[in-house]
Nanobody, 125 residues
Framework: QLQLVESGGGLVQPGGSVRLSCVVSRFPLKYYAVAWFRQAPGKERDWISCISSSGGSPQYADSVKGRFTISRDNAKNTVFLQMSSLKPEDTAVYYC??????????????????WGQGTQVTVSS
């Protein structure tokens, strides 16, 4: 099975930036779209961004558009989420996820088969 491992979370001040990484192993990343989700305490898991296997036309939730950038480096089997202009409401556990091989991006969490364990991002002064 595809394995995903997130890293890069931590405590960040409002207005600050952080870059999350999602390292994929056991199968080549180039065959998979990858999305980022987040879940704040007491709330549902929300889709925030997705990048196709080709890297074209990344998609963003309105809540993060213009502040977050998703990218991928297939040679390093890694997907990144650059987060800027962070707000306290961005505080959450961030997860990367992948659907089945060759499947497109989706907004629906149920279509994602493989998940990482999550990394905590806390935005606070």
């Amino acid at each position: 099975q595809l394995q995903l491992v997130e890293s890069g979370g931590g405590l960040v001040q409002p207005g600050g930036s952080v870059r999350l990484s999602c390292v994929v192993s056991r199968f080549p990343l180039k065959y998979y779209a990858v999305a980022w989700f987040r879940q704040a305490p007491g709330k549902e898991r929300d889709w925030i961004s997705c990048i196709s296997s080709s890297g074209g036309s990344p998609q963003y939730a309105d809540s993060v558009k213009g502040r977050f950038t998703i990218s991928r480096d297939n040679a390093k089997n890694t997907v990144f989420l650059q987060m800027s202009s962070l707000k306290p409401e961005d505080t959450a556990v961030y997860y990367c996820a992948a659907p089945g091989e060759y499947r497109p991006c989706s907004y629906n969490a149920s279509e994602f088969v493989f998940w990482g364990q999550g990394t905590q991002v806390t935005v606070s002064s």
